[in-house]
Every structure is written in C-alpha cells, then in structure tokens.
C-alpha cells in the first residue's frame, strides 16, 4: 500500500533522480524515470502495521510518487499507487479524525473534511487520468454510458478511482454537482468488479456493498450479498469487509447486536506478518474499536 513506505527506504529512491540529468548523456533519462516509478510502485505494495510509521512516511511518498509520474503518466501501477494513497491517507489519517472530533469540536470536524475531499478528489484524478491516457475519451465515454473494457492491470485503477470519489461524494453533501457523480463512480467500480470481481482480498465487493447502500434504489439485499462475498473473498482476514457490513447493514437496519459482533470480529483478526492487508486491517480494528465506544450514540 502506498502509506506503508518508509522515508529511511524511500530516500534511497531519490538517488537515480539526482543521477538521472548526469546518466542522460549515455542513458535515456526516460528509461532512468521508468526504473524509479517501478521502484515506487513497488514500495506503495509494502506491508506496514504500524499506523504512525505509514503517516510519517506518507507525505514524502506521495509527494516524491506524484512528481515521477507526472513523467510517467503512463505507468499504471505508479499511479494506482499514488491514487490509492492519498484515498487512504485520506480515509485513514484524516477523515476518521474528523470523525472523532465531531462531538466535541464541529469546526476543526469540518475543516479537516474539507482537507479529505481534497485528498480524495486527488486520488480520483490521477486514476482517471491514468485511465485517461491509456484509453483515450475513457472518462467521456464514462459519462454517457458506453461500454468499456478494463485490461487486467487497469482494475486498481478504477478501484481506486472509485474509492475516492465516493469517499469526496460523501463529503460533499453540499455540492450537488458532486453528489450527481455518484452513478459514474459506481459505473467506474461495476468495470472493476466485471474485470476481477476477488480483487483485493474482498476490498473491491466491500466497495459495491457500501456503493449499494449509497445508490437511492439500492437494494439491501444486494449489498447484504456484497458484503458477505467479501468476507468470503477476504477468508476471515479482511477487517474491512466486517466493519463494512457492520456500518452498511447492520447500522441502518438498527440492529446493535449484530453491529456490535461484526465489529468484535473485525477487532480479533490478526494479519499475519507479511500479509498485504495490515495497514488496512490495523486502520479498520482502530475504526472498529472507535464504532463500539460510540454505539450508544449511534443507536
């Protein structure tokens, strides 16, 4: 994951940079720059557990990752690094404060919302950007509902791009411009879902779970079956794909009990070391212990 990196490794990263203009003489700057996105990209797939390490070392990834690619922007898993970096930092190091602080300080709750949308609206750019560049008028043909196809690299892509705009929907109640973006936020998760529906370990069906819920003709069992097709893809590990359902059907249903459970379980998992989703599942326990201290204000 992009977040996971840290800058005592990144660093050793920016030593082609600076070699780049001197090698250009009897190497292709370009082909120096290829070898630093796969670098990066490859970095943004490291596992990480520990939350304050993957903050600290997130500013200097994304920002180094954003400047390569810009002479990239046609290497696909750097920028489906950086989008899905800023769409976490965003979720995990940002909106979750806001979360926390709305009872007790709405003023810094909402600005710090204000500074996720952004993040996130970042995180849906440089996915459809890539997207973009790799298919011509995709975001276009987006629009008007014509079919597309993804190859099987582009899927992070379009799920990436889908997380973060429906992460900036959501906090964009406000603007209704934005909120009209949904249909083709979900339309750009449906191409991911019908290219590899297991992608993600069950992250991808978390997302049309939660997509589900949010359309205005969703249908609860849909989602109910997204949700639980997740957990089955994530094989018991995923602690989103719990904390997902818990807040997607169990919280509007009114049901405590379940909410309560799922949340438990999400809590329990332990990923073992190594695994790809431990910064994800450690972002989602402290979301899940967050929701269970909050329960009696939620129901």
């Not at 780049?20 to 990209?41: E, F, I, K």
């Not at 970096?85 to 909402?110: C, I, M, P, S």
């Not at 994530?234 to 459970?261: C, S």
């Amino acid at each position: 994951m992009p977040i996971t990196a840290t800058p005592a490794r990144l660093a050793r990263l920016v030593a082609p940079l600076l070699l780049a203009t001197g090698l250009s003489a009897c190497s292709p700057t370009q082909l120096v720059m290829r070898g630093v996105a796969d670098q990066l990209a490859a970095q943004g797939q490291s596992s990480e557990d520990d939350l304050e390490l993957a903050r600290d070392a997130s500013a200097f990834y994304l920002k180094l990752s954003e400047s390569v690619l810009r002479q990239q922007p046609r290497h696909a898993p750097l920028a489906a690094a950086v989008a899905g970096g800023f769409t976490q930092y965003a979720y995990a190091f940002v909106a979750f404060e806001a979360d926390r602080l709305e009872a007790t300080d709405a003023k810094a709750a909402q600005r710090l919302r204000e500074r996720a949308a952004r993040l996130y609206l970042r995180g849906r750019d440089h996915a459809l950007t890539a997207l973009e560049a790799a298919q011509p008028g995709f975001r276009a043909q987006l629009a008007a509902g014509r079919p597309l196809r993804l190859e099987p690299e582009q899927v992070a892509l379009a799920y990436w791009g889908a997380a973060s705009w429906g992460g900036l929907i959501s906090l964009s109640k406000d603007d209704p411009d934005t909120v009209a973006d949904l249909p083709l936020a979900i339309a750009l998760a449906q191409l991911a879902w019908r290219t590899d529906p297991g992608f993600g370990n069950g992250s991808l069906a978390g997302l049309m779970g939660s997509f589900e819920v949010a359309r205005p003709d969703g249908s609860r069992q849909q989602a109910l079956a997204y949700f639980d097709e997740a957990l089955r893809l994530g094989n018991g590990r995923n602690a989103g794909a719990f904390v997902g359902k818990a807040e997607g059907i169990a919280q509007p249903a009114g049901d405590k009990a379940a909410f309560l459970d799922l949340l438990q379980q999400a809590v329990a998992i332990q990923a073992p070391p190594g695994s790809p989703l431990a910064l994800s599942n450690e972002v989602m326990r402290r979301r899940a212990r967050w929701l269970i201290e909050s329960a009696d204000d939620l129901f």
